[in-house]
């Protein structure tokens, strides 16, 4: 699904242009958000304070080509969830037999981010929840694809991915596991993320945390009963 051509001024004015799009929709409650870190979580956050939804991660990491990181060859999530780009071993046989070292180099940076992230506290509960995934955008997928195998494997009710931008690609390849998709923009072309917005500085681990506490104390102001929210 494409909205047209839009260049985003940060990833908070994307979230805001999301959750509008979001509140279009019929979405079945409970709802909880999730943003994958770190930029989906600066997304995530606006489309959270909008549904009046509650704000957690999803921690995945993406496993880069050596010499390339930017492009993905796979990724991990929470849960031991494992995603390889399809093609793997017969276009890079030599990456295929080196696959498990690069997982196991990742899993090491996802268990200290969901130490600092969670701080002690557990992960909020999906089962029976409509989980919307969201992050700042889309370029092969495999990111978002093991988040979305995570989400699965914790019983989430309904799954939603949820992005600015993506590639056909990266939307054909999550759509087909996800309930729903709400993808703002698919162009033709996308060779980085960061073409879509005008500051795409890099977000730190301490604005991932600042968001979350934010989220966390509006939670009171969130505890409203269905009938008193805005409709969605």
């Not at 870190?37 to 999803?58: C, K, N, T």
């Not at 992050?135 to 699965?152: H, P």
């Not at 923009?185 to 301490?206: I, S």
Request: hydrophobic share 45%.
């Amino acid at each position: 699904m494409s909205f047209g051509s839009q260049i985003y001024a940060d990833r908070a004015a994307a979230g805001l242009a999301l959750a509008r799009e979001l509140q279009r929709r019929l979405l079945r409650p409970p709802l909880i958000v999730l943003g994958l870190p770190r930029g989906g979580v600066a997304v995530a956050y606006e489309v959270a304070r909008m549904l009046q939804a509650p704000l957690d991660v999803i921690v995945v990491r993406k496993i880069g080509m050596p010499g390339q990181p930017e492009l993905a060859i796979g990724a991990i999530a929470s849960g031991g969830v494992i995603v390889r780009e399809s093609g793997l071993e017969h276009e890079f046989p030599e990456l295929a037999e080196g696959f498990d070292r690069l997982v196991e180099e990742q899993r090491q940076e996802l268990e200290r981010r969901e130490r600092i992230y969670r701080a002690g506290a557990a992960p909020l509960e999906l089962t029976g929840k409509t989980a919307i995934l969201v992050d700042d955008g889309l370029a092969t997928g495999s990111t978002m694809l093991a988040a979305l195998r995570a989400a699965r494997e914790a019983r989430a009710a309904s799954i939603i991915v949820a992005a600015p931008v993506a590639s056909p690609e990266a939307a054909t390849l999550v759509r087909r596991e996800a309930d729903a998709t709400v993808i703002l923009q698919t162009p033709r072309t996308l060779w980085a993320v960061g073409q879509w917005y005008r500051n795409f500085q890099q977000v730190e681990d301490a604005e991932v945390c600042r968001l979350l506490d934010l989220s966390r104390r509006a939670e009171p102001s969130r505890a409203l009963p269905l009938s008193e929210r805005p409709s969605v």
